[in-house]
T-cell receptor, first 115, second 109 residues
Framework: GAGVSQSPSNKVTEKGKDVELRCDPI?????LYWYRQSLGQGLEFLIY????????KSGLPSDRFSAERTGGSVSTLTIQRTQQEDSAVYLC?????????????FGPGTRLLVL | SQQGEEDPQALSIQEGENATMNCSYK?????LQWYRQNSGRGLVHLIL?????REKHSGRLRVTLDTSKKSSSLLITASRAADTASYFC?????????FGTGTSLTVIP
């Protein structure tokens, strides 16, 4: 079956612009995660969605970052007034199991470059 | 920080040799997972080991877990050039996994 997909693959934007990153999880996966990975670094947790529960937003670095998940499926990560330090690869993952008991399936990521 | 830390940061070996990388973490866990990443893109799940398991095998992969030392190791036997990638351990905490900065493995043909 289809895996996790993300769009766009690459995004170049100017400082101060808003960007939207999209994630299509695997069908039936109730858990969805967003991570950020800066060059040569590990993954930084951003936000976690589980079913219809309120999302865990504890990893969002500032109020310029927000995310939503519509209908328990597609998710959009929005970064407002982008800064150069926002440049990174943004990774989405989904899981059949809630929390951290199961395998996460990752998308290919969106590489964001803020000029 | 609960973050798992991989060691070494970089490893270069000849094709056919075995590669061993280690992960240390700080808090009690119920499972630990290893992932592989090619070219800075999406991660691929390799293996999950639960806290009541000491060793697990999957193909050429062997993972050990020592909860008393809060450490895990990933062994790749008979390495191939295609194994060249970054390898991350992931430890659970709350609703998230904590990933280290990874071990960059280069297998020279």
């Amino acid at each position: 079956g289809a895996g996790v997909s993300q769009s766009p693959s690459n995004k170049v934007t100017e400082k101060g612009k808003d960007v939207e990153l999209r994630c299509d999880p695997i069908s039936g996966h109730t858990a969805l995660y967003w991570y950020r990975q800066s060059l040569g670094q590990g993954l930084e947790f951003l936000i976690y969605f589980q079913g219809n529960s309120a999302p865990d937003k504890s990893g969002l670095p500032s109020d310029r970052f927000s995310a939503e998940r519509t209908g328990g499926s597609v998710s959009t990560l929005t970064i407002q007034r982008t800064q150069q330090e926002d440049s990174a690869v943004y990774l989405c993952a989904s899981s059949l199991d809630p929390g951290t008991v199961g395998t996460q399936y990752f998308g290919p990521g969106t590489r964001l470059l803020v000029l | 920080s609960q973050q798992g830390e991989e060691d070494p940061q970089a490893l270069s070996i000849q094709e056919g040799e075995n590669a061993t990388m280690n992960c240390s973490y700080k808090t009690s866990i119920n499972n630990l997972q290893w992932y592989r990443q090619n070219s800075g893109r999406g991660l691929v799940h390799l293996i999950l080991i639960r806290s009541n398991e000491r060793e697990k095998h999957s193909g050429r992969l062997r993972v050990t877990l020592d909860t008393s030392k809060k450490s895990s190791s990933l062994l790749i036997t008979a390495s191939r050039a295609a194994d060249t990638a970054s390898y991350f351990c992931a430890t659970p905490g709350g609703n998230q996994f904590y990933f280290g900065t990874g071990t960059s493995l280069t297998v020279i043909p």
